[in-house]
């Protein structure tokens, strides 16, 4: 078996013992397989397993940790889409938002259950801290970010602070399990946490250029979202460009049907002739940076580092 | 790390990208900006034949987890 089937195999086992009715384990099932035709298979969970592996863990020192981690992504996944009413197509948003509430918080306890079984207790305690922690940190930057959508304008550093909040607390927190779970001394686990937190920031940034780029199907600059583009054009723009962005985001705000192919257009322009893509960019490879500094600063193998240095490109 | 600069120096050689290498040792002297943050700018304006989109599509990581 490879590390998909096993952790396929780990999660149908947590699903066979939870007790839970036959409609419900098939919906959790197909709402499983729908993130991974979007996000690759088992990634948060590969995540924690490759930092498990690189402080010396084996598969089955992670395993638990790792299934624990996706279900729990699952679940902020589908809870910060229906507050944020995004992403339409996925099979959490084509059911009444009471059915995905109530199947979110179900995969949200499951992922709970999955730890239950770590046999080494002061593991399962630290693992169950790093949970509890994201996920307040978690809705703290949401709350945030909800704040944020009708001010007109952040500064960076509020941008950094809710996505290191957000995107950079989920990739820490499943590198930080993976080191917890691997035996990794407290200094280590500080170090893989870190990298973490680079990493996120990076994955980030590279999903608010596409978005911001991607105007036809994303929402995030039609709610008024404080992405790093956006974020970035408001600091930059004077004059009539600030102007002209001023207005185009009112219209995108009033719905799509205001913000046509011309107002898109525009939008674009903006984009590509102020250096948007460019700052995105420097700012994603000064991160990139900061995230090889801290493997470099590491005492693992080279061996052990390479996935870790392969996943930041 | 100071966003604030960094913005407004890509933005000043977005605008410019003929006077990219002017425009940069001019930076050191006056900017709070660090010369690994000038080494990593002046990278990414080196790509600059490449379009907006292949220098986002060059971004990792490959795993996409948002």
């Given at each position: 078996m490879n590390i998909d089937q096993i952790i396929e195999k780990e999660i149908k086992l947590l699903l066979t013992e939870s007790g839970l009715s036959k409609d419900v384990v098939n919906i959790i099932n197909s709402w499983l397989n729908a993130n991974y035709r979007i996000k690759g298979k088992y990634g948060w969970a590969q995540l924690t397993l490759m930092t498990c592996d690189s402080t010396g863990g084996g598969l089955e020192a992670g395993l638990r940790g790792a299934v624990a981690m996706e279900l729990y992504a699952l679940a902020a996944d589908i809870l910060d889409d229906i507050q944020d009413q995004?992403?339409?197509?996925l099979p959490w948003r084509k059911v009444p938002p009471a059915q995905a509430i109530n199947l979110a918080t179900c995969i949200l306890v499951l992922s709970y259950k999955a730890l239950?079984?770590?046999?080494?207790r002061r593991h399962l305690e630290d693992v169950n801290n790093v949970l509890n922690q994201i996920g307040l940190q978690a809705c703290d930057g949401q709350f945030q970010e909800f704040l944020n959508d009708s001010k007109e304008r952040i500064s960076f550093e509020e941008y950094f602070e809710i996505i290191k909040k957000k995107s950079g607390g989920l990739t820490a927190s499943a590198c930080k399990i993976g080191a917890i779970l691997g035996g990794a001394e407290e200094t280590l686990v500080d170090q893989l946490e870190r990298f973490g937190m680079k990493l996120g920031v990076m994955s980030q940034i590279k999903n608010d250029l596409a978005d911001f780029l991607n105007?036809?199907?994303?929402?995030d600059f039609i709610k008024g979202r404080k992405t790093l583009p956006f974020v970035y054009l408001l600091h930059v723009l004077n004059g009539i460009n600030a102007e002209e962005l001023k207005c185009l985001s009112s219209l995108a705000i009033q719905g799509l049907y205001e913000f046509g192919s011309k107002e898109r257009g525009q939008l674009k322009e903006l984009v590509v002739n102020e250096g948007t893509i460019h700052f995105c960019s420097v700012i994603h490879e000064m991160y990139k940076q900061r995230a090889m500094e801290i493997l470099d600063g590491i005492p693992i193998s080279e061996k052990r580092k390479e996935k870790l240095i392969q996943l930041v490109g | 790390m100071n966003f604030d600069n960094i913005a407004e120096l890509v933005h000043e050689l977005a605008k410019n990208p003929n006077r990219c290498s002017e425009i940069i040792p001019q930076v050191k002297s006056v900017r709070e900006i660090t010369n690994c943050e000038l080494d990593v700018i002046t990278k990414v304006f080196s790509k600059?034949?490449?379009?907006g989109n292949s220098l986002a599509a060059r971004m990792s990581p490959t795993l996409y987890w948002f």
């Open positions: 995004d992403n339409n197509d239950s079984t770590i046999a080494n105007l036809e199907t994303k929402s | 600059e034949e490449l379009s």
